[in-house]
């Protein structure tokens, strides 16, 4: 799994990004989200489902791995920390 074309954004609602997933050669994941919440916690969203329906499902450790893989890239290659980690 890599994270590719990764967008900074500016916008409200804690998106500081948008990236895409390169799940395997030949197989991507578009617009996801990655966002910091105001107690500095990172999470990553889907894009928005369509007619009620998730665009993707992920395990909470899969999502955890896109979670640092997206901010770690968001933050030039370093490992981004939550404010709240111990």
Do not use: K
């Amino acid at each position: 799994m890599q994270i590719t074309n990764l967008r900074r954004q500016s916008g409200g609602g804690g998106i500081v990004a948008t990236f895409d997933i390169e799940v395997a050669p030949g197989f991507r994941l578009t617009n996801w989200q990655l966002r910091r919440t105001p107690g500095g916690i990172w999470r990553t969203f889907p894009p928005s489902p369509r007619n009620g329906v998730p665009a993707a499902i992920t395990s909470v450790e899969v999502r955890d791995q896109i979670t640092a893989a997206a901010s770690t890239m968001f933050h030039g290659g370093q490992p981004a920390h939550d404010s709240n980690a111990a």
